[in-house]
Nanobody, 118 residues
Framework: QLQLVESGGGVVQAGDSLRLSCTAS????????VAWFRQAPGKERERVGT????????DYAVSVKGRFTISRDNAKNIVYLQMNSLKPEDTAVYSC???????????WGQGTQVTVSS
């Protein structure tokens, strides 16, 4: 079973940057979709962005577009989430997930906390 481990979270100030990593226990398949989600206390889970593994196409939530970038290292089975110009409202637990459908994800990591202070 595919296992995902996120890392790179922490406490930063508004305007700072962080790069999160999602390391998989096995290689991603061309049929995979890999997404980053986040959930803040008392709020619904929000999809931050998705990468389509077959062609590398990415899409992002409006709330992070232009500030966050998903990239990947195929050889190392890692997906990154580069977060720039962080805002206090970006504070959340960030998780990566893998699925075979853009809307359905079967494998999830445990999440990493990102806290942005003002």
């Amino acid at each position: 079973q595919l296992q995902l481990v996120e890392s790179g979270g922490g406490v930063v100030q508004a305007g700072d940057s962080l790069r999160l990593s999602c390391t998989a226990s096995a290689r991603f398949f061309s049929t995979n979709f890999v997404a980053w989600f986040r959930q803040a206390p008392g709020k619904e889970r929000e999809r931050v962005g998705t990468v389509t593994w077959s062609d590398g196409r990415t899409d992002y939530a409006v709330s992070v577009k232009g500030r966050f970038t998903i990239s990947r290292d195929n050889a190392k089975n890692i997906v990154y989430l580069q977060m720039n110009s962080l805002k206090p409202e970006d504070t959340a637990v960030y998780s990566c997930a893998v699925g075979y459908n853009w809307n359905k994800y079967s494998y999830w990591g445990q999440g990493t906390q990102v806290t942005v202070s003002s």
